[in-house]
C-alpha cells in the first residue's frame, strides 16, 4: 500500500513538472531560465529588460526580438511560454 502511493506521488509530481509553464511577461530571469530549454540566465535577464523597456510581449515570436534568441529556440519552448 505505502509502494502504490508514493507511486502515485511520484506521477503526480513528474506530470506536474511535464507541464511547466512559465509566463514570460511576469517571471522574473531565474524562473525563466529554469524553465525554458536552451534559455541560460544571460538570455532570460535579457528578456526581462526587453520587457522592461518595450512592455509585454504579444506573441511568442517577438522573443526573436531578444539578442541571442532565435526562432529555433522559440520553437523549441512554444508550449511552455505563456503571455498572459
Known sequence: ?????????????????????VNI???????IAKELKGIGLSKATAIVAYRTQNGPFKTV???TEVKGIGLKTVEKNRKEILLK
Not at 7 to 19: D, H, N
Open 61 to 63: 515570436e517577438q522573443l
Open 25 to 31: 511577461n511576469k517571471a522574473d530571469a531565474e524562473k
Open 1 to 21: 500500500m505505502n509502494y502504490l502511493k508514493t507511486l502515485l506521488i511520484a506521477t503526480f509530481l513528474f506530470v506536474q513538472s511535464a507541464f511547466a509553464a
